[in-house]
């Protein structure tokens, strides 16, 4: 026989209404594995994520995990997976709770409670001697004002519970837990598809992260030769229509509109509702200068004197920008770091967007998109040591275009996207290597691959799918 439901905190089973239809019924609208006891499969995409093995080993500890990442990148299957992950190991469906918190009339202070209350007469358990782990999903939480605190307060009573929280606003997630879960968190950003991600889903083709020595670099080189033509192929595509995984497969003439009105979803919802924008005109006026400005060196005057807006103004948009992971800043490299003003360049997190913002529908200067690639990537590879790191190029007379810091090692990385490259041609990255010491530096090619050396430095000449798929 069944124990008597008891609930959170009251004992009451009663559930708040939300205009004409319950916080119940919501959920069990959202959770059709209480009945069927599994996902449904349109909720379970085509494919898995790097991320996703990662998440599984994260779902066995008490922290709370926390995916964050733009719009359309898939967040939302992700969860579903991870729930049917669950299924899979027998965990009872009703001891999984997934909510969608995008229903302005569902948020408000209690929230968080009145779903545990739920939760405990959903499963017949008192949540002080719950007996196995629950596992509560709150999906775009983001949405729910001071959501860390109402999670804090649970997550402080040590009870079997397990959060999963995601939001495709960086600002509003990282806020929202701040101090109040400092150390109880663990942050994954959900970027789209990197390179090795495209071809593996779309081009079934499986490579592995490599190791930024000349031994593993040379390794991998050797043993991707035989698959060089379809790489190259593959990176067209890869350059000329991102890596939003919704798009792979479509039609090009189509992937241009909807990466605009992915553009359009992610300003109106992250940007002009939740921080109350209003100059929605010179925002997006920024986004078309700045796609038409990689690779250029820029300064906040300067961005200010062509939209007629003032520093500050620009300051903010780009920071907003960057919070929805459509554009990073990258500054000056220092040591010690300093605040100086100077220029910066900016790179898109998908270069779909470019050339969708641009309307390039022939790749003919690959050169940009190249770089812009390179810097995306190294921003990748930064992500998975710190959640908001700061990107690095350099410049005293010569520049470097990006300085990838990587457990304590700086390694200059120069784009060079031609197969003649000169010693003359990397004055700058010999320069940087002298004033900092660095002992190896990485050159970006089209096709060629060389080690060469000089004054004891190592400079290593990898073509540009190489890197972008190894690292």
Not at 262 to 270: A, H, T, W
Not at 303 to 325: F, H, M, P, Q
Not at 344 to 371: C, H, P, Q, W
Not at 417 to 423: A, F, K, L, S
Request: with cysteine; glycine share 4%; net charge positive.
């Amino acid at each position: 026989m069944k124990k008597p439901k008891i609930s959170a905190e009251s004992g009451s089973t009663n559930v708040r209404a939300v205009g004409r239809i319950s916080l119940s019924e919501i959920l069990a609208f959202q959770n059709p594995w209480w009945k069927t006891g599994r996902v449904e499969p349109e909720r379970l995409g085509n494919f898995k994520r790097e991320l996703f093995e990662k998440l599984t080993e994260d779902l066995k500890n008490k922290k709370i995990t926390s995916i964050i990442g733009p719009r359309r990148t898939g967040k939302t299957i992700l969860i579903h997976q991870l729930i049917q992950n669950l299924l899979d190991k027998k965990v009872d469906p009703e001891r999984i709770v997934y909510l969608q918190l995008d229903n302005p009339a569902i948020l408000h202070e209690g929230l968080i409670s009145e779903l545990m209350d739920f939760t405990a007469n959903l499963i017949t358990e008192s949540l002080d001697e719950l007996k196995k782990p629950v596992y509560i999903f709150l999906d775009e939480v983001h949405k729910l004002e001071r959501w860390g605190e109402q999670v804090k307060h649970w997550q402080d009573l040590n009870l079997k519970i397990k959060f999963i929280v995601s939001g495709s606003s960086a600002s509003r997630i990282l806020k929202g837990s701040g101090e109040s879960l400092l150390g109880r968190i663990n942050h994954n950003i959900l970027l789209p598809l990197s390179f090795r991600e495209f071809i593996r889903v779309k081009y079934d083709l499986d490579v592995k992260p490599l190791d930024l020595d000349a031994v593993s670099i040379k390794r991998e080189y050797h043993r991707m030769v035989p698959h060089q033509q379809k790489v190259k192929i593959a990176l067209r595509d890869y350059l000329h229509r991102g890596g939003y995984p919704a798009l792979i497969n479509e039609k090009m003439e189509d992937v241009f509109q909807i990466l605009l009105e992915y553009k359009d979803l992610s300003l109106q919802r992250d940007i002009f509702e939740l921080e109350e924008v209003r100059d929605t005109k010179t925002l997006n006026e920024l986004v078309f200068i700045l796609a038409s400005l990689i690779g250029n060196r820029l300064s906040y005057n300067k961005l200010g004197s062509i939209l007629l807006a003032r520093v500050n103004t620009i300051k903010r948009y780009l920071s907003l920008l960057e919070d929805i992971y459509l554009v990073k800043e990258s500054l000056v490299y220092k040591k010690p770091y300093s605040s100086v003003r100077q220029e910066r360049k900016v790179f898109f997190v998908d270069t779909g967007f470019v050339n969708a913002l641009t309307m390039t529908y022939e790749l003919k200067d690959l050169s940009g998109l190249i770089e812009n690639s390179i810097c995306s990537v190294i921003y990748r590879k930064t992500l998975e040591q710190e959640i908001n790191p700061i990107q690095f190029y350099w410049v005293d007379g010569e520049e470097v275009d990006a300085i990838l810091k990587l457990k304590g090692r700086l390694i200059p990385i120069e784009v060079k996207y031609t197969n003649r490259v000169d010693m003359t041609d990397l004055k700058g990255m010999l320069k940087f290597m002298d004033k900092f010491k660095i002992k190896m530096g990485i050159v970006i090619t089209k096709d060629l691959f060389e080690e060469r050396k000089q004054d004891k430095k190592e400079i290593i000449l990898i073509p540009a799918w190489l890197f972008l798929l190894g690292i």
